[in-house]
């Protein structure tokens, strides 16, 4: 009877362990969906970034300033946020992912012991001995390797999100150098131009008196013939009146 009875314990035990083997444990359905979910997620943000970088390289002057590249790298960093938000909520769902995985290996564990009890195959005792030593390892090694593997995605993650970041600020740094000589050669386009300004009413300032001054030599002129002066004056009048019009 005593071997009756081991044959049929370890044919539970059997029956558990391939349980605990099997897809819906080592590779639940829920896991590969969440897992499927973020790669789409994820491609679709590194997408966009690619777009956007695209868009920094593409900034030539005059629009290529440092305010435009600061712009600019909000966005990128509005990207970045966003990516982040999806791995977060990612990993989220694969730990409450494998906590479901875990009642159901309890679960499973559970109704194995209850099987040994009503069939007579052993005392309470005795089955709850078999659980601590044979079964809950099971369920143990499973939990531990579900999270080894959540950790191994989230530290993937984070080492993809810190490189990203990385290259974000290379560019960026890069971009705002750029933007620097751009912006100082500019200021020093507007300094030029004002100074051409301010010469350029000067010179036609000082035309304008010139011709002022021509014409109230013009008038006095008029007025000494107008008064009826002598012929020798009014021809040195008239010859300077010709030099001041010259």
């Avoid at 079964?135 to 080492?159: C, F, G, W």
């Avoid at 386009?189 to 301010?198: A, I, N, P, S, Y």
Wanted: net charge negative; hydrophobic share 35%.
């Amino acid at each position: 009877e005593a071997t009756w009875k081991k044959l049929h314990s370890e044919e539970i035990f059997s029956t558990f362990k391939n349980f605990m083997n099997s897809t819906a444990v080592k590779e639940p359905q829920q896991t590969k969906d969440i897992l499927e979910k973020l790669n789409a997620e994820q491609e679709d943000i590194l997408k966009q970034c690619r777009e956007h970088l695209i868009s920094l390289g593409n900034l030539k002057p005059p629009e290529c300033t440092k305010n435009a590249v600061r712009l600019w790298n909000r966005t990128m960093q509005s990207l970045l946020t966003d990516l982040e938000s999806a791995h977060q909520q990612s990993l989220g769902d694969l730990q409450e992912s494998q906590v479901t995985v875990t009642d159901e290996c309890v679960a499973k564990m559970e109704s194995m012991q209850a099987c040994l009890v009503t069939e007579g195959y052993c005392l309470d005792d005795e089955a709850i001995d078999q659980m601590n030593k044979r079964y809950l390892p099971l369920v143990e090694r499973h939990q531990e390797e579900a999270d080894n593997m959540i950790e191994s995605v989230e530290t993937s993650l984070k080492k993809m999100l810190a490189s990203l970041r990385t290259q974000v600020k290379d560019c960026v740094d890069t971009a705002l150098g750029a933007a620097g000589v751009w912006d100082n050669h500019r200021l020093q386009l507007q300094e030029k131009h004002r100074v051409w300004l301010g010469t350029h009413e000067d010179h036609r300032k000082n035309h304008l008196d010139a011709i002022q001054h021509s014409e109230e030599r013009l008038s006095e002129t008029m007025s000494l013939l107008r008064e009826g002066h002598n012929k020798r004056t009014l021809t040195d009048l008239m010859g300077g009146a010709s030099q001041q019009l010259m």
